[in-house]
Structure formats: C-alpha cells, structure tokens
C-alpha cells in the first residue's frame, strides 16, 4: 500500500503484513483510523479503516483466543 506524506509529501509503502496487523489493531482496540509514522519526517500520518481495506481484500480478524479444553 502506497501512502504520501502529509507533512514532507514523500510517498512510502506499507507491507502486506503491516496492513493486516493495523487491521487487526483497528478491529481489537475499535479505531476507525490508523496511525502510521513517516519513515523519513517521523510525522504520524492517519490511514482510514476503509483505505486498509481496499489495500487488503482477503484480510480477515485473527482471533488470538485460546480455546479452554474441559
């Protein structure tokens, strides 16, 4: 996923997996935003739930509970 900075308007990219962790944070904490820092001006640039998204289609919620085993 390609974002611009809104600060120094240079372009970086996030990863694939960093996607899916924001989404996870998005979903766990119930954010409608992301905050993501700028490699080159350490600006936070905020990044939509929607705009995650679109960047990863097939992304679906982890689920870190642990199943109990009675």
């Known amino acids: 996923m390609q974002i611009r900075c809104y600060q120094c308007h240079r372009p970086f990219a996030l990863t694939r997996e ?3 962790t924001a989404l ?3 979903e766990e904490q119930g954010l ?3 905050n993501v820092p700028c490699p ?3 600006r936070v640039n905020r990044v939509s ?3 995650l998204h679109r960047a990863a289609p097939d992304w679906q919620p982890a ?3 642990p ?3 009675e």
């Open 49 to 51: 739930k929607a705009e």
């Open 63 to 65: 689920t870190n509970t």
């Open 18 to 20: 960093a996607v899916h």
């Open 40 to 42: 080159h001006c350490r």
């Open 32 to 34: 409608s935003h992301y």
């Open 24 to 26: 996870d944070v998005i």
């Open 67 to 69: 199943e109990k085993s």
